[in-house]
């Protein structure tokens, strides 16, 4: 198994530093220029140094610019020791054989969004925001960076072959409908697409016939009628992708709770181990430190765009609504026990598991209560 500790400080550290220093003042630079970077650095990377392709899930709009103006930064930050080499969603393989080419060595790297290894990594489901979970991107950062999230994922992915480097926020998703969604029995017959996995089961268990599209796919199953409702991001993806010509409706959950079934959308830097390997210890302390950079800076920007989206989507006549608490409720009652299944599949998910629930349950948090889960057994 592949060593899961982050490198310990202090290797060239006035270097180092003076490095990561420039990393987040290059990175504002590059949100700061949304319509494209200029990369005069791209020919010194190809000339001396390691480079990586890396496929995103992103199909288009602000999250595929600021994903490729990111990878674009990376050569001039590191003075072409690495480079990385973007490809959008099904540029090189498809959303879901993504896992397969990063292990297999076709991709370097991949920038997936975590829940789709479900089938495959059934912790998975607890490494991204669940129905009713963790419900702010800083208690996914606390789970990740100070309860032992990191360490768990990088040892899944390391039996897998490749490196888990780090987590990166999107924001909430929200659901695309044509005919308006009110409350959950609305939510009963429709055919829906949704990531799989537990949030999948949720909606089956209210009643949605749900179907596993990667993003790119959305809109034409959404246009020939295949689907009539869709789980994707936020805002700005959403409008870029045009599913306001294809819907009329938004769903969202209570004011002030954008998502019930994925309030947090995380997606990730996955690495394969050989390419991982082959990086300097420094490189390697370079590469983390600069997802974690990335993931605020990525957030930040996507929601800055989201709020212009949302203007847009009114102009467009687009009609959103809202579930009530007693959704909420309802909600937490089909989530809860499955919670337990998806946990109880293996033993990496449940420890995974106790951490969030421990949490949650916690004076910090307090989403769960001891009467919530008392029918409920963990199998650690």
């Known amino acids: 198994m592949a060593d899961t500790?982050?490198?310990?400080?202090?290797?060239?550290?006035?270097?180092?530093?003076?490095?990561?220093?420039?990393?987040?003042?290059?990175?504002?630079?590059?949100?700061?220029?949304?319509?494209?970077?200029?990369?005069?650095?791209?020919?010194?990377?190809?000339?001396?140094?390691?480079?990586?392709?890396?496929?995103?899930?992103?199909?288009?709009?602000?999250?595929?610019?600021?994903?490729?103006?990111?990878?674009?930064?990376?050569?001039?930050?590191?003075?072409?020791?690495?480079s990385l080499e973007p490809f959008g969603a099904k540029d090189v393989v498809g959303d879901f054989q993504l896992f397969d080419a990063v292990k297999n060595g076709v991709l370097q790297a991949m920038n997936p969004f975590t829940?789709?290894?479900?089938?495959?990594?059934?912790?998975?489901?607890?490494?991204?925001?669940?129905?009713?979970?963790?419900?702010?991107p800083h208690e996914w950062d606390v789970f990740y960076y100070s309860l032992g999230g990191l360490e768990k994922a990088r040892a899944l992915f390391a039996e897998?072959?490749?490196?888990?480097?780090?987590?990166?926020?999107?924001?909430?998703?929200?659901?695309?409908?044509?005919?308006?969604i009110q409350s959950i029995d609305d939510f009963r017959g429709r055919k829906m697409r949704l990531p799989g996995g537990m949030v999948a089961e949720v909606f089956q268990a209210?009643?949605?016939k749900t179907t596993l599209l990667p993003g790119s796919e959305i809109f034409p199953a959404?246009?020939?009628?295949t689907i009539d409702v869709a789980d994707y991001v936020?805002?700005?993806?959403?409008?870029?992708?045009?599913?306001?010509?294809?819907?009329?409706?938004?769903?969202?959950?209570?004011?002030?709770?954008m998502s019930l079934y994925q309030p947090v959308d995380l997606m990730d830097l996955t690495v394969g181990m050989d390419a991982w390997n082959a990086l300097s210890p420094q490189m390697k302390q370079f590469v983390e430190m600069e997802v974690h950079v990335y993931s605020d800076m990525h957030h930040a920007?996507?929601?800055?765009?989201?709020?212009?989206?949302?203007?847009?989507?009114?102009?467009?006549g687009t009609i959103v609504t809202r579930l009530g608490e007693s959704d909420v409720e309802k909600f937490t009652e089909l989530a809860i026990p499955r919670w337990y299944a998806w946990a109880n599949k293996d033993k990496h998910a449940a420890e995974i598991f106790k951490i969030q629930l421990d949490y949650m349950m916690s004076g910090s948090l307090g989403y769960v209560t001891p009467g919530m889960v008392k029918d409920q057994k963990l199998d650690l």
């Not at 959404?222 to 009628?225: N, Q, R, S, T, V």
């Open 5 to 82: 500790k982050q490198p310990k400080p202090g290797i060239d550290r006035r270097n180092f530093f003076k490095t990561a220093a420039i990393t987040g003042a290059a990175f504002v630079g590059a949100g700061a220029t949304a319509g494209g970077l200029a990369k005069p650095w791209i020919r010194t990377a190809a000339a001396a140094g390691t480079n990586w392709k890396i496929q995103t899930s992103w199909p288009g709009g602000v999250g595929l610019q600021i994903f490729k103006d990111w990878c674009g930064s990376i050569a001039e930050k590191t003075g072409g020791e690495l």
């Open 206 to 208: 209210a009643g949605a």
């Open 160 to 180: 897998q072959g490749m490196h888990y480097v780090g987590p990166i926020h999107h924001g909430p998703n929200i659901i695309h409908s044509k005919v308006p």
């Open 301 to 316: 920007a996507i929601q800055k765009a989201d709020q212009e989206a949302w203007k847009k989507f009114d102009e467009a």
């Open 115 to 136: 829940l789709y290894w479900a089938g495959r990594i059934p912790a998975s489901v607890f490494l991204s925001s669940y129905p009713l979970g963790l419900r702010n």
């Open 234 to 257: 936020g805002p700005a993806i959403n409008y870029a992708l045009g599913f306001h010509q294809v819907t009329k409706y938004i769903s969202m959950g209570p004011p002030g709770f």
């Open 222 to 225: 959404l246009e020939k009628g």
